[in-house]
Structures are given as structure tokens and as C-alpha cells.
């Protein structure tokens, strides 16, 4: 069965920092780009970061560069999201996708992990 | 950032209703359009790429058209489990955008 699980979500203080964890089975990781999408509470998806398949292409949201790092080892089938300096607004539930490699639409995605930012 | 505006925010419909969700790019995009549903506590679910689409698995009664800066997602007739939040993204560029979402409410 295809499958992404995230993990690592949980209670931080503004400033803190947080490393997500999105593990991948049932299909060829390193094949495929990923990104990182969120929703706040209540409210709209927003996309977070992209990660070409093979890392060397990465893209961020205005709302996080300079404070999110995307990265990916395709060896343990695995996604992150290195997450510093964070803020009250980036509380959200955090989710990874995986890119059709056809079309580029977000075809599969991880049930999700909630990070509170609040003091 | 190419912004995505859906109409409208929120809809009550019947089941067996026909209805339509319009989503405007604020540029053109070509066909590079995807539709998502979600449903209360879940992941988001592709319904519809390149526009016009169907994603395997999805029922036929979905359906997408539109190109460049305009675009419907059409359910042709409603069944209970379609009521839900309905979300445009474009892929056309960087960043990548959605749409405000669309709340399907039963009447």
C-alpha cells in the first residue's frame, strides 16, 4: 500500500524548533518530488517547500525562508522538515505530499502532525 | 504569487443536485490546475489534474474543465459522502497555490 506517515508534530514555544518526519512505503521514494503542506486551524491549505527527487531542487514559501529546511534522505525513504524560529501563525497541521511525477498534482498524502506554537 | 479565488465560500445542496465550483487564477496557468476534496479531520484527496483529469478511483460524477484563468469543478449528481471542502491548486508555478476552499453543506 502506498503510504506517508508524518511524525514529530507536538507543543513548542515561539522560538522554538521542531523537526517533522515524513517516512514513505509501497512505492519508489526516490523517484518522486515531495512537499510539505499545512493547515491552520480552521483554515485553508497552504503550501510550505518543495524537494526535487534527487534534492538538488528546493523551493520555500515567503512565509517560512530563512527559518524551514526541507530535506530528504532517499535511503531510509524519508521526508523533513527542520522547522527553527517559529511563530504562533505556523500552528498547523503539517502535511507531506507526494508530486505525481506526471502532472505535478499532489496525489498522495500523510494523515498528518499537528504543531502548536504557544507559550 | 498567483492567487486563486473560489465562488463560492460555502454552498447548501440536496442530494441528487447538480452543482458547480468556479475557481480564477489571477494569471493564466494553462491546464495546470488540480481539484482537491477534504473532509473533516482528513488529508485532502486529489480529485482532478491537469484541469480536466479524473484522478483513478474517483467517481465519474466529478467532473473538471476550464484553461488559463478560469475553471470548474462539476459534481453531476450529489451523493452524501461528496459533502465536504473542495480546494483549486495551481502548479503552474512556484509558489503553489490553492484556493480559499468551497464547503459543500447539505441543505
Known amino acids: 500500500e502506498v503510504q506517508l506517515v508524518e511524525s514529530g508534530g507536538g507543543l513548542v514555544q515561539p522560538g522554538g524548533s521542531l523537526r517533522l518526519s515524513c517516512a514513505a512505503s509501497g512505492f519508489t521514494f526516490s523517484s518522486y518530488s515531495m512537499n510539505w503542506v499545512r493547515q491552520a486551524p480552521g483554515k485553508g491549505l497552504e503550501w510550505v517547500s518543495y524537494i526535487s527527487s534527487s534534492s538538488s531542487t528546493i523551493y520555500y514559501a515567503d512565509s517560512v525562508k530563512g527559518r524551514f529546511t526541507i530535506s530528504r534522505d532517499n535511503a531510509k525513504n524519508s521526508l523533513y522538515l527542520q522547522m527553527n524560529s517559529l511563530r504562533a501563525e505556523d500552528t498547523a497541521v503539517y502535511y507531506c505530499?507526494?508530486?505525481?511525477?506526471?502532472?505535478?498534482?499532489?496525489?498522495?498524502w500523510g494523515q498528518g502532525t499537528m504543531v502548536t506554537v504557544s507559550s | 504569487a498567483i492567487r486563486m479565488t473560489q465562488s463560492p465560500s460555502s454552498f447548501s445542496a440536496s442530494t441528487g443536485d447538480r452543482v458547480t465550483i468556479t475557481c480564477r487564477a489571477s494569471q493564466g496557468i494553462s491546464s495546470y490546475l488540480a481539484w482537491y476534496q477534504q473532509k473533516p479531520g482528513k488529508a485532502p484527496k486529489l480529485l482532478i489534474y491537469?484541469?480536466?483529469t479524473l484522478q483513478s478511483g474517483v467517481p465519474s460524477r466529478f467532473s473538471g474543465s476550464g484553461s488559463g484563468t478560469d475553471f470548474t469543478l462539476t459534481i453531476s449528481c450529489l451523493q452524501s459522502e461528496d459533502f465536504a471542502t473542495y480546494y483549486c491548486q495551481q502548479y503552474y508555478s512556484y509558489p503553489r497555490t490553492f484556493g480559499q476552499g468551497t464547503k459543500l453543506e447539505i441543505k
Open positions: 491537469a484541469a480536466s
Open positions: 505530499a507526494r508530486e505525481e511525477w506526471m502532472s505535478s498534482a499532489f496525489d498522495i
